[in-house]
């Protein structure tokens, strides 16, 4: 098992609502990158925080929006939740320094339901 | 942005037998090519990864191959066995200096005793 950490774990919310997913990287990683798992689909790209900045966007609304802290985890926050926002959240930690790569190892995940 | 197509979607071979899956990507720029394995309800876990200077890495039963001028990648599983059924992603690197990650939409690999 990977030290990547999240909560909640499941997670149940209205329509129109708001939530906060947390995440806390593996000890030594400095970036956090959050996905969006849908129902038998691959992860997609949501965006990137390294050393407290975004570092990249995928195609998700300003309604998603993160946060990422001096001990490198992170927060995922969606405002005005719809239906279509049910789905596993995934964030991965990873170590980059200088544009180098270096794997991404994944938390368990928060599965959201909007109802 | 980055494209990548997975095949097939779903894989049955008997036990013993050997797996293929191939990636293909639409970015030239993308140099790094991990793929995960998924078990249901767990998180995805990286089994093998390659990056684009290299042509082909193994570890164990478990082999990558990349063609850069074709972008295409494959998974190649040798001498299956049931713990290796779980649904497989490939992914490609967004992009070359950073490495938000681009994933296929998976294959269902089942192994049949």
């Known amino acids: 098992e990977t030290g990547v950490t999240q909560s909640p774990t499941h997670l149940i919310k209205t329509r129109g609502q708001q939530v906060t997913l947390r995440c806390s990287s593996q000890?030594?990683?400095?970036?956090v990158s959050w996905y969006q798992q849908a129902l038998g689909q691959g992860p997609q790209f949501i965006f990137q925080?390294?050393?407290?900045?975004?570092?990249g966007r995928g195609n998700f609304p300003p309604r998603f929006s993160g946060l990422q802290f001096p001990n490198y985890s992170s927060e995922l926050n969606v405002n005005a939740l719809e239906l279509d926002d049910s789905a596993l959240y995934l964030c991965?930690?990873?170590?980059?320094?200088?544009?180098?790569?270096?794997?991404?190892?994944f938390g368990p995940g928060t599965r959201l339901t909007v109802t | 942005g980055e494209n990548v197509e997975q095949h097939p979607s779903t894989l049955s071979v008997q036990e013993g037998d050997s797996a293929v899956i191939k990636c293909t990507y639409s970015?030239?720029?993308?140099?790094?090519f991990p793929w995960y394995k998924q078990e249901l309800g767990k998180r995805p876990q990286l089994i093998i990864d390659?990056?684009?200077?290299?042509g082909e890495k193994k570890d164990q039963r478990i082999a990558v191959t990349l063609n850069k001028t074709a972008k295409h990648f494959s998974l190649h599983i040798t001498e299956t066995q049931p713990e290796d059924s779980a649904v497989y992603f490939c992914?490609?690197?967004?992009?070359?200096?950073?490495?938000?990650?681009?994933f296929g939409a998976g294959t269902t690999v089942t192994v049949r005793a």
């Open positions: 992914a490609a690197s967004i992009g070359t200096y950073d490495y938000k990650l681009s």
């Open positions: 970015d030239s720029a993308s140099n790094y």
């Open positions: 390659i990056r684009s200077n290299v």
């Open positions: 000890s030594g990683h400095n970036t």
């Open positions: 991965a930690s990873s170590l980059g320094a200088g544009g180098s790569i270096s794997e991404q190892y």
């Open positions: 925080y390294y050393r407290e900045e975004e570092n």
